[in-house]
């Protein structure tokens, strides 16, 4: 279980921003997929309102 912090450059949409993801990795990793969840609440076409990613 990992917690990442993204912080945005001086230019662009989320300028200035800084963005918390938790991400696990499940321990059958390479057959199960990761799980990422964004914790900072942000409007994003990928990312729903509960913070789930959608690609």
């Known amino acids: 279980h990992f917690f990442l912090v ?5 230019e ?17 990793y390479n057959m ?8 900072t609440r942000i409007w994003h076409p990928n990312i729903t309102e509960t913070g789930e990613i959608c690609l």
């Open 32 to 39: 199960v997929p990761p799980k990422v969840k964004c914790s």
């Open 6 to 10: 993204f912080s945005c450059l001086d």
């Open 12 to 28: 662009g949409y989320y300028q200035g921003g800084k963005f918390q993801f938790e991400i696990e990795v499940p321990d059958a």
